[in-house]
């Protein structure tokens, strides 16, 4: 939905671990499915561009941390990125994200 020019993305916290926070320097906002390490997150600055996630590893990091290896995939299902990092169920997520030319950014995104 279109509102004063610039672009509504909802989403319900029913239905999303939502994660705000930064990769590098830019201002994203991460929706995990809740129960699932997959979902989309999207740059502030251009809401309209949704990025797909897709969990291709999980593995138990004890005291409820998870270590997730999630790749990022455009509208045409290119693999474009992958995060590196730590989940905190519903809490926080950080870690290095890698793009497909190989530059890194750390990141840290934690429940709004």
Known sequence: MVKNNQ???RYSS???DVLSGNIGD???TLCFEKDKYEGFYF???RPENKFTLKC???KSAGDG?????VKEYIANGTNTGTFFGKYMKGSSFSGTFTTSDDKSFDFSLYKR
């Open 7 to 9: 672009l509504v993305v």
């Open 14 to 16: 029913e239905q999303y």
């Open 26 to 28: 830019y201002p994203v």
């Open 43 to 45: 740059y502030k600055a």
């Open 56 to 58: 291709v590893s999980s």
């Open 65 to 69: 941390e998870v270590e997730l290896i």
